[in-house]
């Protein structure tokens, strides 16, 4: 079982950025496909972004498509999630998943990490 822990969280105003980073430890991410989900209070847990194994494919959630940026580094064992224009609808916990398979739904998801709020501010 993989331990992710994910940083960069905090609070921005809305048109700033952000990137938040997830470390993997005790096995691992090498050729799985990885994901960022978010959840805002009362509000159900949502894809955000996806990576394929082999970090050629990508798909981002509707609300976030043109805004942000997955990426990984798996030297590093590392996820990325590079976050602009952020906007006060963004403010959620967000999570890092290491997934059983290559779609951006909670089912598929086999790990996750504590999570790391984000606040938008207007």
């Known amino acids: 079982q993989v331990q992710l822990l994910e940083s960069g969280g905090g609070s921005v105003q809305v048109g700033g950025s952000l990137r938040l980073s997830c470390s993997a430890f005790?096995?691992?991410?090498?050729?799985?496909?990885m994901a960022w989900f978010r959840q805002a209070p009362g509000k159900e847990r949502e894809g955000v972004a996806r990576?394929?194994?082999?970090?050629?494919?990508?798909a981002y959630g509707d609300s976030v498509s043109g805004r942000v940026t997955i990426s990984r580094d798996d030297t590093q064992s590392m996820l990325y999630l590079q976050m602009n224009s952020l906007k006060p609808e963004d403010t959620a916990m967000y999570y890092c998943?290491?997934?059983?398979?290559?779609?951006?739904?909670?089912?598929?998801?086999?790990?996750w990490g504590q999570g790391t709020q984000v606040t938008i501010s207007s």
């Open positions: 990576i394929s194994g082999s970090g050629l494919s990508t």
């Open positions: 998943a290491r997934l059983r398979a290559c779609a951006l739904v909670t089912e598929y998801v086999s790990d």
């Open positions: 005790g096995d691992t991410i090498s050729g799985y496909c």
